[in-house]
């Protein structure tokens, strides 16, 4: 079965210093993977995504994540925090093959704050 | 498109009582996923569907919860009887599964809170 974690409840990070929030996943088949963003009391907004190619993935708002097969991990980061970039975070994987093909399982989520 | 649509935004009940949930998935879409999030539990998968078959419903909690898409632009999650433990946010999502275009996107939720 797929799984993703995120190791981290929470990660703080100072405005204007890089950031990164860590993913890894479990899959049985090629990885399908995805980070979301949710601002209080919203939904969870797509950030972005990999699905092939290139190791190093842009998404919105300038973040970036980092697939790395060998270490299966999917790193979400972004090179100068802003302090609107505090919310939650969700790392998830799709099931492209078996019984559960199309599944979209999600971490439980780290908490990012930026001080300014 | 107006996106994912869910109904109600609030809802308020007392323990005991039927609650139904509706979505309203984006057009084309053929996935549909029905997620429940709380602070103790994170963000689970309850159920989802595919071209309005169910396929995974091992996340459903207890035979209270039951979930249908009768048509592939009207989703419900029920729960009957409803009890204060089931007081949570309840997302949709839905998506295509097409190559590259196989991101989900979310509907603003329903806040459930059983009294």
């Known amino acids: 079965a797929q799984s993703v974690a995120q190791p981290e409840d929470q990660v703080n990070v100072a405005e204007g210093n890089p950031l990164t929030v860590k993913c890894t996943y479990s899959v049985s088949g090629n990885p399908y993977l995805f980070w979301y963003v949710q601002y209080p009391n919203r939904g969870l907004q797509f950030l972005l995504k990999y699905i092939t190619g290139d190791n190093l993935v842009k998404g919105s708002y300038g973040f970036e994540a980092e697939f790395n097969k060998s270490q299966t991990s999917f790193h979400l980061k972004k090179p100068s925090a802003l302090v609107s970039d505090s919310a939650l975070y969700f790392c998830a994987v799709r099931d492209t093959g078996g019984t559960s093909y199309g599944k979209l399982t999600f971490g439980q989520g780290t908490i990012l704050t930026v001080h300014p | 498109d107006a996106g994912v649509i869910q109904s109600p935004r609030h809802e308020v009940t007392e323990m005991g009582q039927e609650v139904t949930l509706r979505c309203k998935p984006i057009s084309g879409h053929d996935y549909l996923f029905w997620y429940r999030q709380t602070m103790m539990r994170g963000l689970e998968l309850l159920i989802y569907f595919n071209n309005n078959v169910p396929i995974d419903d091992s996340g459903m909690p207890e035979d209270r919860f039951s979930a249908k898409m009768p048509n592939a632009s009207f989703s419900t999650l029920k729960i009957q009887p409803s009890e204060p433990r089931d007081s949570a946010v309840y997302f949709c999502?839905?998506?295509?599964?097409?190559?590259?275009?196989?991101?989900?996107?979310f509907g603003q939720g329903t806040r459930l809170t059983v009294v």
């Open positions: 999502a839905s998506s295509f599964n097409a190559g590259m275009n196989t991101e989900a996107f």
